[in-house]
């Protein structure tokens, strides 16, 4: 069982790896202008640097404190990477489920969002999961990711990381959490 566990394991990282690659050459480019790395629950965190003066250059509405790509997550600090890490790992388990998918797929909803008058970034489908699934992965993240029976000991199914079985909440309720 530990076997097929791995296996799936080395997959999921597999299907999202175009998309993490991706992330490891804006993280290359950070952490040459003197950001820092860590790593963080299976992902590559980069925070600092010259990242917040580079994302203070960008248009107002496609400013970020935090931004994921695969299993590599840019901040513009580490305590903003601490403060939105429950965010940004669903959007890594959203990676694992589309791979390189994700790029157009994501596109698409913000897409559709501005078509129908609404919001592009609150009203996406896959910042609407992000923010519904935030408090189960700071729940999860109390306990061992990788210890799946302490997860059920503790009454958590780690599936839910994931969005199975759990109620969706209204993203207007949340308010912009700047991505």
């Known amino acids: 069982m530990q076997t097929l566990s791995a296996a799936s394991h080395a997959l999921r990282y597999a299907w999202a790896a175009p998309c993490s690659m991706v992330g ?40 970020f404190s935090a931004i994921t790509f695969g299993h590599v997550i840019l901040g513009v600090s580490h305590a ?24 157009p ?23 609407r999961e992000a923010h519904s699934l935030t408090w189960h992965f700071q729940a999860m ?5 990788s210890d799946p029976v302490m997860a059920r000991k503790n ?3 780690q599936r839910c990381v994931s969005g199975v079985a759990v109620k969706r909440s209204s993203s207007r309720q949340h308010g912009k959490s700047q991505e």
Request: with cysteine; charged share 20%; aromatic share 10%.
């Open 24 to 63: 490891l050459l804006l993280a290359l480019a950070a952490l040459a202008s003197g950001a820092t790395a860590r790593s963080m629950h299976g992902t590559f965190e980069v925070a600092g640097g010259r990242i917040p003066l580079l994302v203070s250059r960008l248009p107002k509405i496609l400013r």
């Open 80 to 103: 903003a990477l601490d403060f939105h890490r429950g965010h940004e790992h669903v959007h890594v388990r959203q990676y694992e489920r589309w791979g390189i998918l994700f790029f």
């Open 105 to 127: 797929l994501y596109c698409g909803s913000s897409l559709v969002q501005l078509v129908r008058g609404r919001n592009f970034y609150l009203d996406n489908r896959f910042e």
């Open 141 to 145: 993240s109390k306990i061992s990711l």
């Open 155 to 157: 009454g958590r199914n």
